[in-house]
């Protein structure tokens, strides 16, 4: 059974840190595209980062250019966001997303959309004083 599965969201302070983990069981990522997404009540859902299978193309959503991180460790079948100088508005669930053969996404606007096979559960991100 092919899941991913997100940790280490949690309650950080405005201009805090965190860093999300995507790992993946039953499957290795090596072969995948990683999207992380995020979601706040009453608000569509937004696309955070995008990172091909190999970690050589990269996008991010404009909201969060220069403040988030996102990077691979294949040996680790995981995949980290690196969130810093965090704002009130990055509350949300994060949810991390992958596919296969699907490296061109990361490329150009398409990963936004959010066409990928398998999904993870999600962990919660509150940036609250």
């Known amino acids: 059974q092919f899941q991913l599965e997100e940790s280490g969201g949690g309650l950080v302070k405005p201009g805090g840190s965190l860093r999300l983990s995507c790992a993946a069981s039953?499957?290795?990522?090596?072969?995948?595209?990683i999207a992380w997404f995020r979601q706040a009540p009453g608000k569509e859902r937004e696309g955070v980062s995008c990172?091909?299978?190999?970690?050589?193309?990269?996008d991010y959503g404009y909201s969060v250019k220069g403040r988030f991180t996102v990077s691979r460790d294949n040996a680790k079948n995981t995949v980290f966001l690196q969130m810093d100088s965090l704002k009130p508005e990055d509350t949300g669930t994060y949810y991390c997303?992958?596919?296969?053969?699907?490296?061109?996404?990361?490329?150009?606007?398409?990963?936004?959309?959010?066409?990928?096979?398998?999904w993870g559960q999600g962990t919660q991100v509150t940036v609250s004083s």
């Open positions: 039953g499957f290795t990522l090596d072969q995948y595209v």
């Open positions: 997303a992958g596919d296969t053969g699907v490296d061109f996404y990361c490329s150009g606007a398409a990963w936004k959309r959010g066409s990928f096979d398998a």
């Open positions: 990172i091909s299978s190999s970690g050589g193309i990269i």
